[in-house]
């Protein structure tokens, strides 16, 4: 039986694992993430785990936080959202506006309504001159229109012009989900669309890893909900690829650790992921995945994401209090690890003291392709001046002019900041060691002298000053955790109004009075990720639990991106005209029929078919399909039953098609 890769791309590491036919590991590696060249981290890592067995691996799967990542921080390129058929006030629903983020939106006559019959019809060369003028200055086309779920015909015909008149990429609403409520629709056809160059580029270096070093194998992507999409169709849909890398890191603390009721807790460099596991299935969220602030209708696993990680950015509150996340920068440590002059810049710090905040910050290039046009002249001096390296923000910005511009060069993903994290101060206690000591404790000397200059908040030590905050990261993780499963809870019986303010202030440890709290979790905490064992037991001990972290948990998502298989879900809808008349609304075609029966009939066999091909095309071998049927029936004063509508679902799951070994074959592998 061929061995499987699983490779997960985050923030911070590339992890590698080679398991057996059983999903025991075989070999595991780490390697850090290059966001310049995603295929330095993937080759390094990969190359360790495979060590000379490349002829027998048949399968690879990637889970990646990159997708999650991305939208957490708003890092993204700009697209453009064409809205058929909506009116202007949608953009007030669902987050729409605040996603768009100054993005272009027109509003274009077309879509349909509610039984799938066109509004308007569609305005051929006014689009047309449209996406020719918009085309230069966007990455890609988001198009939504009303009702398209009831009738698809408007967004193909849409795509098919786009197309036609230029390459960006095209995302249609329809193809992501058959749900209603057109303006989350559209918010998750506007995220699909920018999310597209982020995977492609990962996807495009696993490809040419797997390629120079001879290994012919399928690649496959972990979904949000856990199961499996071949890379072309990951392509078409990367936003289903949010919270891949927590649906995997579940699956995996899921193997790893053997328990099948538990909190799962992974926490990365930028996000803690928190899940609950009941008889070792994780539950699906029954509105959508939710990431950035977002509600999208992406279908995954029900993980409640806190902007809460090792490399998460540390910041002052009040009262000698102090904030995490949600922004994730470099830790002093790995980045003079990288760059050994940054251990020089903050000793002179030192001695050269001052009150800026931005004393111990730096800026570098993260990734310069990024940006490749409508640089403005002050942001091509930030990146001409952070040629050489990473340089003090207080050096940087000698000329304030240059906040903005090194502020647009951060959304854009093209520069990273740098600063104090708790990977630093872990750095600085013991309790990790893999990158510079000197430059954490550096950092936090920094710190120290800086806030008892301006606010009089005094530590003796370093260490001291690192132990304080750790422990008020571990109030707010397991602030996160609590929070996670109240609301986990309150899935069946929503929590009343407050109970987070509630939680918060019982949680607090300045409160000191006649009573004490300590809220206890009945289940263990299953840590899992690079960060795991450094900060997760505290957040069990505040919750008075049990902390199981397993072996491999470090590589625990890379493990998990093996242990899944393929599903693909095709939902057809039959509506009501009027009485006796029946209207099938295909993935594909929309038909009428005047006999209930063989609607349902029409609608099953679309389905099935739609749902076996999707299966098919994203990878999956021996396939099953489960046909499930949802009557929405009413009753009259008479007590006549009175036809609503049937949803037909039908679910098609498989393994993923490993070829023979002696096939030859990279067809898989190929993403035209």
């Known amino acids: 039986m061929a061995l499987r890769v699983g490779i997960d791309t985050g923030g911070t590491y590339t992890d590698a694992v080679l398991v057996d036919a059983d999903a025991q590991v075989l070999a595991t590696a780490k390697a850090l993430t290059t966001p310049n060249d995603l295929s330095i981290g993937v080759t390094e890592s990969l190359l360790q785990v495979i060590a000379g067995r490349a002829t027998e691996v048949g399968l690879v799967c990637v889970s990646t936080t990159l997708a999650t990542n991305a939208l957490v921080e708003r890092r993204w390129g700009p697209v453009a959202l064409l809205l058929l058929g909506y009116r202007s006030g949608a953009m007030q629903r669902s987050g729409l506006e605040d996603a768009l983020a100054g993005d272009p939106v027109h509003f274009l006559s077309g879509g349909h309504d509610a039984h799938g019959d066109p509004l308007a019809e569609l305005d051929e060369s006014s689009i047309r001159a449209l996406i020719r003028r918009i085309a230069p200055s966007v990455g890609g086309f988001a198009v939504s229109g009303l009702f398209s779920v009831r009738n698809p015909v408007h967004e193909e015909r849409v795509r098919r012009w786009i197309r036609e008149e230029c390459d960006r990429p095209v995302t249609c609403g329809h193809e992501l989900s058959a749900h209603l409520d057109a303006p989350r629709r559209a918010l998750t056809t506007l995220l699909n669309a920018r999310l597209i160059p982020t995977l492609s580029g990962l996807i495009s270096s696993v490809q040419a890893t797997l390629k120079r070093h001879d290994i012919i194998a399928p690649l496959m992507v972990v979904k949000g909900d856990g199961s499996l999409m071949n890379a072309q169709t990951a392509l078409e849909r990367p936003v289903e690829t949010i919270l891949s890398g927590p649906a995997a890191s579940v699956l995996g603390a899921r193997h790893l650790s053997g328990e099948l009721d538990a909190v799962v807790a992974d926490m990365g460099g930028t996000t803690l992921d928190v899940a609950v596991l009941a008889e070792g299935v994780p539950e699906l969220a029954p509105h959508g995945a939710s990431v950035g602030g977002w509600r999208t209708m992406v279908e995954a696993i029900q993980v409640y994401t806190h902007g809460l990680g090792g490399d998460s950015e540390i910041r002052e509150g009040a009262f000698r209090r102090f904030v995490f996340g949600p922004r994730r920068v470099v830790p002093l440590s790995l980045l003079a690890h990288c760059h050994p002059h940054v251990l020089d810049l903050l000793k002179g710090v030192l001695e050269q003291f001052g009150a800026d905040t931005r004393d111990a910050g730096f800026a570098l290039i993260r990734d310069r392709d990024l940006v490749q046009r409508e640089l403005s002249p002050g942001q091509r001096q930030v990146l001409e001046l952070l040629s050489d390296g990473p340089l003090l923000l207080r050096s940087l910005l000698q000329d304030a ?78 602030f996160a955790v609590i929070s996670s499963v ?187």
């Open 401 to 478: 002019a240059l906040r903005y511009p090194l502020d647009k060069l951060v959304e854009r993903g093209a520069v990273a900041m740098a600063g104090l994290t708790p990977s630093d101060l872990a750095h600085v206690s013991g309790t990790q060691n893999q990158w510079c000591q000197a430059a954490a404790v550096a950092g936090v000397d920094v710190w120290r002298m800086r806030l008892q200059r301006v606010w009089g908040w005094r530590w003796d030590t370093g260490a001291a000053f690192a132990r304080d905050v750790l422990e008020q990261m571990s109030a707010a993780g397991s």
């Open 486 to 672: 109240v609301n986990e809870v309150g899935l069946a019986n929503q929590p009343p109004p407050g109970t987070d303010a509630v939680l918060r202030w019982v949680m607090d440890d300045t409160r000191a009075g006649l009573l004490d709290w300590q809220p206890r979790l009945r289940q263990p905490l299953v840590g899992v990720g690079g960060p795991a064992d450094t900060h997760l037991p505290a957040v069990a001990e505040r919750l008075a639990t049990a902390c199981i972290v397993p072996r491999h948990a470090a590589v625990a998502n890379a493990v998990g991106a093996t242990v899944g298989g393929v599903m693909r879900r095709v939902t057809v809808l039959i509506s009501a005209l009027e009485y006796g008349v029946y209207r099938v609304h295909g993935p594909e075609s929309v038909s009428t029929h005047t006999d209930l029966d063989q609607a349902l009939v029409v609608a099953s066999e679309q389905a099935v078919v739609c749902a076996r091909a999707q299966a098919e095309r994203a990878g999956a071998g021996t396939i099953e399909i489960k046909v499930e049927r949802e009557d929405t029936r009413a009753y009259g004063d008479d007590g006549t039953e009175l036809f609503i509508e049937t949803t037909v679902r039908a679910t098609a799951l498989g393994r993923p098609r490993i070829p023979a070994p002696d096939s030859g074959s990279r067809d898989s592998m190929a993403v035209s």
